[in-house]
């Protein structure tokens, strides 16, 4: 089992930032990659970014260059730093980790973009 608790959601204004963490109740290292997604109201869940153990990372075209996914191995924290925030990124965040039997998900973080 593996338990996963987000944090950092909340309300910004267009252009602002937040920074999302995701609690892994275990060591990174055992897992097979972390990831983000999001869910817009009315419409399915998407994938947002993806990083191995190794640090290796990858983005969704809609949010290159925006935002950045990393981790830390000594805390077993996956962070979701979000920049030049915009009304269309308001959405449900999840956390996911993929083991290697099956994959976990978190409860979800709210980010509502706003003036």
């Known amino acids: 089992q593996v338990q996963l608790v987000e944090s950092g959601g909340g309300l910004v204004q267009p252009g602002g930032s937040l920074r999302l963490s995701c609690a892994v109740s275990?060591?990174?290292?055992?897992?097979?990659?972390m990831a983000w997604y999001r869910q817009p109201p009315g419409k399915q869940r998407e994938w947002v970014a993806n990083?191995?153990?190794?640090?290796?990372?990858s983005h969704a075209d809609s949010v290159r260059g925006r935002f950045t996914i990393s981790r830390d191995t000594a805390k077993n924290i996956v962070y979701l730093q979000m920049d030049s925030l915009k009304p269309e990124d308001t959405a449900v965040y999840y956390c996911?980790?993929?083991?290697?039997?099956?994959?976990?998900w978190g409860r979800g973080t709210q980010v509502t973009v706003s003036a």
């Open positions: 990083i191995t153990p190794g640090g290796s990372t």
């Open positions: 996911k980790v993929l083991t290697g039997t099956r994959d976990y």
């Open positions: 275990r060591s990174i290292f055992s897992l097979n990659s």
